[in-house]
């Protein structure tokens, strides 16, 4: 059984930094891409970043690269989301997605963790 459970939004003032963790069980990490997407009210789910279990390569949304970074702890079996120089447009409910590398379509999805950045 897939399980994505994410962790570490809150509540934080423009320019703040958030990590949020996403700790990943019952898949076979090496065959797989993890990724952050996010919906703010009103809006559709948008991609942030990805990463490659197995190579480490990333890819970022426009609006994430140079502030936010993407890791994974291979022994934890985590992915992390590094939120920096935060701005209220990034105010969203964050989830953490996965997918195997032979499909398209993302298939397991986390509950969400929401992220307020204040003015």
């Known amino acids: 059984q897939v399980k994505l459970v994410e962790s570490g939004g809150g509540l934080v003032q423009a320019g703040g930094s958030l990590r949020l963790s996403c700790a990943a069980s019952?898949?076979?990490?090496?065959?797989?891409?993890m990724a952050w997407f996010r919906q703010a009210p009103g809006k559709e789910r948008e991609f942030v970043a990805h990463?490659?279990?197995?190579?480490?390569?990333?890819d970022y949304a426009d609006s994430a690269k140079g502030r936010f970074t993407i890791s994974r702890d291979n022994a934890k079996n985590t992915v992390y989301l590094q939120m920096n120089s935060l701005k209220p447009e990034d105010t969203a409910v964050y989830y953490c997605?996965?997918?195997?590398?032979?499909?398209?379509?993302?298939?397991?999805w986390g509950q969400g963790t929401q992220v307020t950045v204040s003015s």
């Open positions: 990463i490659v279990w197995s190579s480490g390569s990333t």
């Open positions: 019952g898949l076979s990490f090496s065959n797989y891409r």
């Open positions: 997605a996965a997918r195997s590398l032979f499909v398209s379509q993302y298939r397991y």
